[in-house]
């Protein structure tokens, strides 16, 4: 009878905590149960906002600051005077579900106590062996006190300042450190508690950043397919519903098509390449190649352009062999971008100048030209995906925005690094280092 009545208990008890009750949407949260026991049910949403409140509110705050609402749950996990407290965090709708249960509710469980300490309909055989349970426990507490006074300075203060420490984590303040000066354990747990909290917040901060990236990806690509497309669209339906349009007019409107088309052929061609590129799966066809000979090779394939162009030229590159592992083809496709983008919007007079070089055990490859130059706040930021630097600048010239970024992709996979020095007026130096 005794082991029917604590399964009883029991499984009332589970049903009125957070996590039993949770539901993913909260507008489904039954709380009758909660309010059977003259208890409260309320929904904080991701912005620190009360958005759905039942029953008793002790709390009485609509808007949280987050600050305010750390400190609540701070709070929430010690003894209340008047309350007892179970909350949840939902990860998938992003919202904390708080229940709440004043002291003089009939509570069943010896999770909850009434304010006597003393669980609700106990039957007396387990009412005396609480009361002795309870009494060398009380003892065992006395002599923890005396002892925690005695050891405070060594023990308890670092500890305390551990657990504030894990309490604002909780809380979602990944900013949080803990300072001791401790070399014994708790410095080695202090050390490990501080590095896991700014792993922590590199990992929240680059979560962040990827979901902005993505969405501005997404509308970067949006914007650029439909300009091409509209005048497709437009151009299309005017030849398709007016039959007296000259012959040289017809040619003109056919060209445009053409041109757009070949336009968002091409947006959605790199996009694939640098798709492909990003995932695990792709990998280089990489062979041990003289470096300073595929350079005067891909330059001599450009010369004609070069000077076609109107453009002036130098290269200095080594009349020796320095062999480097690289994917020629992809490789060719690195440096391209960044010659004709050179060529594209430069005038006609410009210097291009190639310059390979040793450093230590790296190979450095200078591709300079002294032309318009870029703002230099864009050194970093040009390697991003659509970044440029005039919004018209592609249209008119037929790029996709994404050459950079592949050369940067390219680059990275070799185990390299590229990096731009820039400014208005005083040309580009793209510095490209290969192992």
């Not at 069943?108 to 006597?116: C, E, K, S, T, V």
């Not at 669209?233 to 409107?253: A, T, V």
Request: proline share 2%; aromatic share 10%; with cysteine.
């Amino acid at each position: 009878l005794v082991s029917l009545k604590k399964s009883v208990k029991y499984e009332q008890v589970k049903e009125l905590s957070a996590t039993e009750i949770m539901r993913d949407d909260y507008k489904d949260i039954d709380a009758s149960k909660i309010l059977k026991y003259e208890g409260g049910v309320q929904v904080i949403d991701k912005n620190y906002k009360m958005v759905f409140s039942r029953g008793i509110n002790p709390v009485n705050v609509m808007q949280f600051s987050k600050s305010q609402f750390t400190e609540f749950l701070t709070s929430s996990g010690r003894n209340q005077e008047d309350y007892y407290y179970s909350v949840k965090y939902n990860d998938k709708s992003d919202f904390w579900l708080i229940i709440v249960i004043p002291h003089k509710s009939q509570f069943l469980n010896g999770i909850f106590f009434n304010r006597a300490g003393i669980p609700i309909a106990i039957d007396n055989f387990i009412f005396i062996m609480f009361i002795g349970v309870l009494i060398n426990i009380t003892s065992l507490i006395l002599g923890l006190i005396i002892y925690s006074r005695v050891t405070s300075n060594n023990f308890v203060k670092p500890l305390k300042k551990l657990l504030s420490g894990v309490t604002r984590i909780a809380g979602g303040d990944y900013s949080a450190r803990v300072e001791l000066k401790s070399k014994n354990e708790f410095g080695d747990l202090k050390d490990a508690f501080n590095i896991m909290a700014e792993k922590i917040e590199i990992e929240k901060n680059l979560k962040e950043r990827s979901q902005d990236n993505r969405r501005k990806l997404i509308l970067d690509i949006s914007h650029d397919l439909k300009n091409p497309l509209s005048s497709i669209m437009g151009y299309s339906d005017l030849l398709m519903n007016n039959k007296d349009i000259s012959e040289e007019e017809r040619d003109k409107f056919l060209k445009i098509i053409i041109n757009n088309s070949s336009r968002a052929n091409s947006l959605i061609g790199d996009l694939f390449e640098l798709s492909k590129m990003e995932s695990s799966d792709f990998k280089l066809k990489l062979k041990s190649v003289d470096i300073c000979e595929y350079l005067r090779e891909l330059i001599a394939s450009l010369i004609p352009q070069i000077e076609e162009s109107g453009f002036k030229y130098c290269f200095e590159i080594p009349e020796e062999k320095r062999f480097v592992l690289i994917d020629e083809k992809q490789m060719d496709r690195a440096l391209l971008n960044i010659l004709n983008n050179a060529l594209k919007y430069n005038k006609p007079g410009t210097e291009i100048k190639i310059v390979l070089k040793k450093l230590f055990n790296k190979v450095v490859i200078e591709i300079q030209d002294n032309g318009i130059g870029l703002p230099k706040v864009l050194s970093e930021e040009i390697f991003e995906p659509f970044k440029r630097v005039d919004s018209a600048r592609n249209s008119q010239t037929g790029g996709t925005g994404l050459g950079l970024a592949i050369t940067k992709t390219i680059i990275e996979k070799h185990y390299g690094h590229i990096s731009l020095k820039t400014d208005i007026g005083e040309g580009c130096k793209f510095i490209i280092e290969l192992e």
